[in-house]
């Protein structure tokens, strides 16, 4: 490279400086967002605004596993024309997904392979405002679950509309919006456990989300992070009813006895009722149900964890060099 050559490259903005790169097919670049190996954000935003899409807006991962269909039935097709018969089929999903939601770029569709597809969905309330019952009535504990009870609705229905046309069993998973470019791989780490665990526990033909997982959801995620962020989410409503969570963890210290409960707070067995019939009113989980009160009381002690500072490693070195570290 000339000297010139080089102070050139320097000078250029990156967006400049792309077009003389190779791109990636589209589907590569989805591809490599979705495992958070794009590159840098300002080079792949310009990358994909040269391949129509705009990375600009919120977008949270839609995941749509037809492999029932796209797959196809045991026919004898063998080699490429099995090849070409489920790419085809694929190709249908995408179209009908993109039809869907009616404005063709905000609905971003990469085949995933095997019947699997990805979509990165606009997801900011203007983009969601057919689904949205009432307006600007949205909770929300942290930005990552914004706008989730409107995208449940939306995929509610776009499921529907893909069972009908397929005839065949579909299973879609929402991962949480996280901020940035780089959020997108966060966002489809999400709706991949959710796939996973949700075909596992509830089957298919349903729309599989973290907080919709139960019980199941904080056992079967592997990352301590998500579990704590699931927590808080699930019992936002009840952040400032210190009354209330101070209730629940005096009912599950007695073992979800009412009448041991009310007796240690000093309150009469309907005081105690109507607060728990509170949270099942405001949170959706009722404490008096086993299932439910088994997420209720994880979700107090993985939020108990959230709060806390980081342990120190339990094998640090000891102080006294002379004197060995104790082995756990």
Not at 75 to 81: F, Q, T, V
Not at 144 to 171: C, F, H, P, Y
Request: net charge neutral; charged share 25%; aromatic share 4%.
């Amino acid at each position: 490279m000339s000297a010139r050559t080089e102070m050139t490259t320097r000078i250029l903005p990156p967006h400049h400086r792309l077009r003389d790169t190779p791109r990636r097919p589209k589907n590569r670049l989805i591809f490599d967002l979705l495992h958070g190996i794009a590159g840098p954000e300002d080079d792949v935003a310009e990358e994909a605004r040269f391949l129509g899409m705009d990375l600009s807006q919120p977008r949270a991962v839609i995941l749509v596993d037809a492999s029932d269909y796209a797959l196809g039935p045991a026919l004898p097709e063998n080699g490429a024309n099995r090849i070409a018969g489920v790419r085809s089929r694929t190709h249908e999903i995408i179209t009908a997904i993109v039809a869907f939601f009616m404005l063709p770029h905000e609905a971003i569709c990469a085949d995933l392979g095997d019947g699997v597809i990805a979509v990165l969905k606009a997801s900011n309330s203007r983009n969601l405002d057919a689904w949205v019952i009432e307006p600007n009535t949205e909770i929300s504990s942290t930005p990552s679950w914004a706008n989730l009870t409107a995208l449940k609705r939306a995929t509610n229905d776009l499921l529907s509309r893909l069972m009908v046309q397929t005839g065949e069993s579909i299973s879609i998973s929402i991962g949480r919006y996280h901020p940035g470019i780089a959020g997108i791989a966060s966002s489809f780490a999400d709706a991949r456990a959710a796939l996973l665990l949700g075909r596992r526990l509830h089957g298919p033909n349903r729309v599989h989300c973290l907080d919709d997982l139960g019980i199941g959801g904080f056992v079967g995620l592997d990352d301590e992070r998500t579990k704590i962020d699931l927590a808080y989410h699930l019992l936002s409503p009840l952040d400032h009813e210190k009354q209330v969570l101070e209730t629940l963890d005096v009912f599950f210290a007695a073992d979800c006895s009412s009448a041991l409960a009310s007796k240690r707070l000093g309150i009469h067995r309907n005081t105690l009722a109507y607060r728990l019939a509170k949270v099942a009113s405001v949170t959706g989980l009722d404490p008096r149900r086993f299932d439910d009160a088994v997420q209720i009381r994880l979700a107090l002690v993985l939020r108990g964890l959230g709060a806390q500072p980081p342990s120190p490693p339990l094998l640090a070195a000891s102080a006294d060099p002379a004197r060995p570290a104790k082995q756990i």
